[in-house]
Nanobody, 126 residues
């Protein structure tokens, strides 16, 4: 049974930083890209960043470019989202997701992912 469990969310002031973690279990994820998404109240879910097993990164959202980075520790089956220079507009529930790509290096096509975590709330105060 595949499980993705996010952690690290919370309340932070504007300009601050947070690091989210996503621990994956239940299968080998070497053929999966791991991605981060977010959904703010009243808005559609937004894809942010994704990373392959081999470390290739896909940036889906210009809004977080230069502020958010994604990384992956394959030995721990964990993916991270480092968020710097946070803004109130970054307030949302952040989700981790996994997408089968068939190889360690293939970049994910599209933003329909196969497995999802339960989400972690990030609130940025002004």
């Amino acid at each position: 049974q595949v499980q993705l469990v996010e952690s690290g969310g919370g309340l932070v002031q504007a300009g601050g930083s947070l690091r989210l973690s996503c621990a994956a279990s239940g299968r080998s994820f070497s053929s999966y890209a791991m991605g981060w998404f977010r959904q703010a109240p009243g808005k559609e879910r937004e894809a942010l960043l994704a990373i392959t097993w081999s470390g290739y990164i896909t940036n889906y959202a210009n809004a977080v470019k230069g502020r958010f980075t994604i990384s992956r520790d394959n030995a721990k089956n964990t993916v991270y989202l480092q968020m710097n220079s946070l803004e109130p507009e970054d307030t949302a529930v952040y989700y981790c997701a996994a997408k089968f790509t068939g190889s360690m290096r293939a970049r994910p096509e599209g933003t329909r992912y196969d497995y999802w975590g339960q989400g972690t709330q990030v609130t940025v105060s002004s």
